[in-house]
């Protein structure tokens, strides 16, 4: 399928991979980037002399084009910024705030910008400040999440900016990727299917939990901390969302609880006190498959569809 986002990223497929903080590490990014998307490393809160290693063997995997995303609330998000112009790297994604300081530095180094937006107002501010596309992301998806739903996000979106706009939320096959581009979509970010592929490197135990969720196994914790995420509903995220509900956890003592947890959740695997951060469409994904089985799957079951 070829699209706008194709054309600018120079990849086979529209469909990237999520930023997914603890997660997207250079194998899984390589892996998908190689199966003709757009892989990504992401930034998270992590270290600059980490990130630089892991920029450094994704080049060594893959001569692909592959992406890095900077999650914005990080302390080391200006310097992340300064790395991917001193990589190379070809794309940056943006989430957890707004990128428009970094824009025309970005540019001038010849980086494609696609910010994350859980907003229209803020789909127009990037096109204004040179975005070349945003991702337009509804509240089905894991991790740090906006309020609008796809469905309803999308279309108000690629009515708002003339720039291409990629849907995230609650996309994990061809349906979700065709019902995308009937909503004006030109390419799809996907998170919660790149968890359960064979590339990711994450806990045997966080895998397991993405295969053996249902349709109501996610949950969103932490509204009243002004950073709302959505989980795996475990014992421990019930545990946050219920002291949350009832006042009997502070807006401190959640924080004090939730620090490190996504490490213990991705490196531990540690249900008692880890995060483990997924989108609400993980009740349908049952199997691990490779990403370039679940990259061509995805691409060519919309196809399909799209033509009918
Ligand atoms: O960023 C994400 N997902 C994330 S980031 C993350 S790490 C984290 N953990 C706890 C709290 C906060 C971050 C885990 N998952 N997705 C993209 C996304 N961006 N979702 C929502 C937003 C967003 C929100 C507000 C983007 C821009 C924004 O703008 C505010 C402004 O400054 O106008």
């Given at each position: 399928?070829?699209?706008?986002?194709?054309?600018?990223?120079?990849?086979?497929?529209?469909?990237?991979?999520?930023?997914?903080?603890?997660?997207?590490?250079?194998?899984?990014?390589?892996?998908?980037?190689?199966?003709?998307?757009?892989?990504?490393?992401?930034?998270?809160?992590?270290?600059?002399?980490?990130?630089?290693e892991q920029i450094r063997l994704c080049k060594e995997k893959t001569n692909k084009p592959f992406g890095v995303n900077i999650m914005l609330m990080s302390p080391n998000a200006d310097d992340l910024a300064?790395?991917?112009?001193?990589?190379?790297?070809?794309?940056?994604?943006?989430?957890?705030?707004?990128?428009?300081?970094?824009?025309?530095?970005?540019?001038?180094?010849?980086?494609?910008?696609?910010?994350?937006?859980?907003?229209?107002?803020?789909?127009?501010?990037?096109?204004?400040?040179?975005?070349?596309?945003?991702?337009?992301?509804?509240?089905?998806?894991?991790?740090?999440?906006?309020?609008?739903?796809?469905?309803?996000?999308?279309?108000?979106?690629?009515?708002?900016v003339q720039i291409p706009v990629i849907a995230a939320g609650g996309i994990a096959d061809g349906r979700g990727m065709a019902a995308s581009f009937m909503l004006g979509a030109e390419g799809v970010q996907?998170?919660?299917?790149?968890?359960?592929?064979?590339?990711?490197?994450?806990?045997?135990?966080?895998?397991?939990?993405?295969?053996?969720?249902?349709?109501?196994?996610?949950?969103?914790?932490?509204?009243?901390?002004?950073?709302?995420?959505?989980?795996?509903?475990?014992?421990?995220?019930?545990?946050?969302?219920?002291?949350?509900?009832?006042?009997?956890?502070?807006?401190?003592?959640?924080?004090?609880?939730?620090?490190?947890?996504?490490?213990?959740?991705?490196?531990?695997?540690?249900?008692?006190?880890?995060?483990?951060?997924?989108?609400?469409?993980?009740?349908?994904?049952?199997?691990?498959?490779?990403?370039?089985?679940?990259?061509?799957?995805?691409?060519?079951?919309?196809?399909?569809?799209?033509?009918?």
């Amino acid at each position: 399928m070829k699209t706008r986002i194709t054309e600018l990223l120079g990849c086979e497929y529209p469909i990237i991979q999520g930023g997914m903080a603890w997660v997207a590490e250079n194998t899984l990014a390589s892996a998908v980037s190689n199966a003709g998307g757009i892989g990504l490393i992401a930034g998270g809160n992590a270290p600059i002399d980490y990130l630089r290693e892991q920029i450094r063997l994704c080049k060594e995997k893959t001569n692909k084009p592959f992406g890095v995303n900077i999650m914005l609330m990080s302390p080391n998000a200006d310097d992340l910024a300064q790395l991917v112009i001193d990589e190379g790297v070809k794309v940056v994604t943006t989430g957890a705030g707004n990128p428009g300081k970094y824009i025309a530095a970005w540019k001038e180094a010849g980086v494609k910008v696609i910010p994350v937006v859980p907003s229209v107002a803020l789909a127009k501010r990037m096109e204004k400040s040179g975005a070349d596309a945003v991702i337009a992301e509804g509240t089905e998806s894991g991790g740090h999440i906006g309020e609008n739903t796809t469905m309803c996000l999308v279309p108000q979106v690629v009515d708002a900016v003339q720039i291409p706009v990629i849907a995230a939320g609650g996309i994990a096959d061809g349906r979700g990727m065709a019902a995308s581009f009937m909503l004006g979509a030109e390419g799809v970010q996907i998170g919660t299917r790149f968890l359960a592929s064979e590339e990711c490197q994450i806990h045997p135990v966080f895998k397991d939990l993405v295969i053996k969720a249902k349709d109501t196994d996610s949950v969103v914790t932490g509204r009243y901390t002004g950073h709302p995420c959505r989980n795996v509903k475990t014992k421990f995220a019930k545990k946050l969302a219920a002291g949350e509900k009832d006042g009997t956890l502070s807006p401190d003592e959640f924080e004090k609880l939730t620090v490190g947890a996504l490490r213990r959740a991705v490196v531990e695997g540690d249900v008692e006190s880890g995060s483990f951060l997924c989108g609400a469409i993980a009740g349908m994904i049952n199997e691990v498959k490779t990403c370039a089985e679940i990259v061509k799957e995805i691409n060519d079951g919309a196809e399909k569809l799209l033509k009918l």
